[in-house]
């Protein structure tokens, strides 16, 4: 490990012989901003969520609107870097704390799209600060070209809320992932609206597709602007299965199952995020879900193959 002393008479040096890119462009990033590649961009104003966006040459391509306050951030650091208008906003998934704020960018002329059922969803559970994205798409697979880029929308089925959407620029190896992931952080809170079986059997695919570099929608990596990698995908699967093994062997051992929550303790992850206030909370999920069978569930005609 680098010392910071060390660190910045190496960023020193580099930015010195041209090679350190954030300093070489020709402008400085926006503020909350951060290159992940060249024309792809993290954007995450400190509230907990990041977003994502892509400059192709004849247009950009925007993940994640979040809210009104963070879209219109998001929209003044694209127009920063670009004067290229925005084509289209993509949503992840359905959930009122990731999809709102839609209407900035239909108002600057961009294409709002999520998965049908979503899209479904959000027409019937319409949130305050929330517009009925434009377009819908259904199936497993969407890709939408634009100038020289590709990004590809995957929806791997039933893990978490609605029409779940991870996506991937194929060409530079770059994947955006919501709620599915989040780096060094126990899971969210009481689990809500994930189907564990069905997110572990999404993770197993996540893992299974190729990209080098991850933006999370939440993240507590150190260098969290920065997105993470496959090995966070990894990580978290391993952490539900450590969990339910934890579970079950306290359960073996005699206790009583309603007293396994506050028992459970997997110190492998206990500098993680949240640990001592959510582990509890998590094991109380994982129990249930293995006691009265998976929920939320729905029947396949819901989304026809
Ligand atoms: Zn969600």
């Known amino acids: 490990m680098l010392t910071g002393k060390q660190l910045s008479t190496l960023l020193a040096l580099l930015v010195g012989a041209g090679l350190y890119n954030n300093t070489v462009s020709a402008q400085p990033l926006p503020e909350h901003t951060a290159m992940i590649a060249d024309g792809v961009y993290a954007y995450g104003p400190g509230n907990g969520y990041y977003s994502m966006f892509v400059v192709t040459g004849e247009g950009v391509i925007a993940i994640e609107s979040v809210n009104t306050e963070h879209a219109k951030g998001l929209l003044q650091a694209i127009a920063q870097v670009t004067d290229q208008p925005v084509k289209y906003l993509l949503h992840s998934h359905n959930h009122w704390d990731h999809s709102s704020g839609g209407q900035v960018f239909k108002d600057a002329g961009a294409k709002t799209i999520a998965h049908a059922e979503a899209l479904e969803w959000m ?73 564990i079986k069905e997110w572990e059997r999404s993770l197993e695919e996540v893992i299974e597709l190729d990209f080098d570099i991850a933006v999370y929608s939440h993240s507590n990596l150190p260098n969290a602007p920065q997105g993470g990698t496959k090995q966070h995908v990894v990580e978290n699967l391993q952490f539900i299965r450590d969990l339910r093994a934890a579970i079950y062997a306290e359960i073996k051992n005699g206790t009583h199952p309603m007293k396994v929550p506050d028992m459970v303790q997997l110190p492998k992850y206990k500098d993680w995020a949240m640990y001592d206030q959510w582990l509890a909370m998590n094991a109380w999920r994982v129990l249930l879900d293995g006691h009265m069978g998976p929920f939320p569930w729905r029947p396949s005609q819901a989304n026809p193959e």
């Open 123 to 195: 027409k019937v559970n319409i949130g305050r600060d929330m517009v009925v994205p434009d377009e819908g798409w259904s199936g497993n697979r969407k890709d939408i070209r634009l100038g020289d880029t590709t990004i590809e929308l995957h929806y791997l089925g039933m893990n978490h809320g609605l029409g779940m959407t991870v996506f991937r620029l194929p060409k530079q190896k770059i994947a955006y992932i919501a709620d599915i992931v989040t780096p060094n952080r126990v899971l969210f809170t009481i689990v809500p609206d994930f189907n």
